[in-house]
């Protein structure tokens, strides 16, 4: 466990790239050919196999790269101390042709560092009610060890959806550290972040967490299989390295609130990313990270990153029992509607495949029958949208109860994303709301042009 270590690392922005230098010549890896196909009774929800030509970028359709260091309005250094300024550079992040994502940290002339970061689009990964999630990736941290590694720091994690739009609720919102390494050490890190820091029944800002060596060849030297899975059903999570599982962490250890807190909101984004320096490398060796005697150029490597589910349908023990119109916390898919007016259903592009509602323009909307909040009150609405409005086309996504005549109880504003196929998960704060109702989608703009296609939403605690 690390003895130091600041508030998380945060949220995204888009920006230029900054100067690197030429990367060290690679050596040899071994990557497979693709995703390995689901053990007996799990279903993949996702996955990136990072296929491509040597030197592209990763696909703007699952990622989304992190620019600077921080997240606009955020903590500083990402939260952590962390120096290195994160670019989409291909030299910093790109496909190498033989099936492995590169995350490159480089150091130029003048002494500065830079790196990578990407998260998922999706914002949603969580178990099926009373089912499971694993979140799994084969990865070779970066070979480097000894005083050549100080500094380094690859991590392969998930953070709460809550984050995004509002920077400063961690730890409440829950983190999942799936693989973290630091200073070269032959050793991965599973930690969970929770509740309240300083202190609260995560320990932070250490975490619960625990570490091992990885098994046979080291963690540098070789490709692992890093996994992490939530169990609705059990209240647990678990920690993997290569099918061997080293750390787990109950409700009981952090109190049901605290759970809750965590685990009742839309879901977690995944993150990919090597820092350089900060509070954890740092608390480790004992000085300030990266020094002088640090090589750059070092990648970690990702054969693949996959998500599956398996079980559910029996009611988790934190979600209510759904109404006859479901569970307001499971994935609503916005063409499920019991009635609407002015939308058009059609085939999407996004992840996953399946349909959306599109040509949403003002004035129109959809109703859900039915919604149960169970008795825990929600406080938040995620929708999943698209735009490729004009200069100027605006709108708001509201959420209304019962009737299209009430008050919203929250809403939030969509403008261009890049395309009526460029999907982002949005949350929006909501007032607290219990029990079953109908919901209201409802479509409001200053201007008569379509703003936006809705493909699925649903609420969070």
């Known amino acids: 466990m690390p003895t130091t270590r600041a508030p998380a690392r945060r949220r995204f922005a888009f920006g230029a790239a900054a100067a690197a230098v030429l990367v060290l010549t690679p050596l040899t890896y071994t990557a497979q050919a693709s995703v390995p196909p689901p053990d007996s009774g799990w279903t993949q929800v996702w996955a990136d196999d990072f296929n491509g030509s040597a030197g592209s970028l990763p696909s703007s359709a699952n990622w989304i790269f992190d620019i600077g260091h921080g997240y606009p309005g955020g903590p500083a250094n990402w939260g952590t101390g962390e120096i290195a300024y994160h670019t989409n550079n291909p030299a910093n992040v790109s496909l190498d042709g033989g099936g492995n994502l590169r995350i490159t940290p480089l150091r130029d002339s003048a002494g500065n560092w830079t790196s990578a970061r990407i998260e998922t689009h999706r914002g949603d990964f969580r178990p099926p009610s009373g ?114 599982q080293y750390h787990s962490v109950s409700q009981s250890q952090v109190g049901a609130d605290t759970w809750n807190q965590m685990t009742t909101h839309a879901g977690y984004f995944i993150i990919l990313n090597v820092a350089m320096g900060g509070a954890f490398p740092d608390g480790v060796a004992g000085h300030v990270t990266p020094t002088a005697a640090t090589v750059p150029g070092r990648p970690m490597l990702v054969d693949y990153v996959a998500v599956w589910s398996r079980g559910g349908g029996g009611g988790g023990p934190t979600d209510p029992p759904p109404g006859d119109g479901g569970s307001a916390y499971d994935r609503i898919e916005a063409e499920s509607f019991n009635g609407q007016s002015g939308l058009t259903v059609e085939g999407t592009a996004d992840a996953g495949g399946g349909s959306h509602v599109g040509y949403v323009g003002n004035g129109d909307w959809a109703r859900y029958d039915d919604i149960d909040f169970g008795s825990t009150a929600a406080t938040q609405f995620v929708a999943r949208v698209a735009s490729g409005a004009g200069g100027g086309v605006s709108g708001l996504i509201e959420v209304r109860l019962d009737s299209r005549s009430n008050a919203p109880i929250g809403s939030f504003a969509v403008g261009n994303t890049g395309g009526w196929n460029s999907w982002r998960t949005i949350p929006a704060n909501i007032s607290r709301v219990t029990g079953v109702h109908d919901v209201f989608l409802t479509f409001t703009s200053g201007q008569p042009a379509d703003f936006v296609n809705v493909n699925w939403f649903n609420f969070g605690r």
């Open 131 to 244: 089912g499971t999630l694993r979140i799994e990736g084969r990865i070779q941290m970066p070979n480097v060890t000894g005083s050549s590694a100080l500094g380094y720091w690859p991590a392969f994690w998930a953070l709460g959806s809550p984050y995004r739009g509002n920077y400063w609720n961690w730890p409440g919102i829950g983190e999942y550290d799936i693989m973290e390494n630091v200073n070269g050490i032959n050793s991965v890190w599973g930690v969970l972040h929770c509740g309240v820091a300083p202190g609260g029944p995560c320990n932070e800002n250490n975490g619960i967490g625990a570490s091992r060596a990885c098994p046979g060849s080291s963690c540098q030297s070789a490709f692992h299989t890093y996994r992490f899975e939530w169990d609705d059903a059990a209240d647990q999570l678990r920690w993997y390295v290569d099918g061997q």
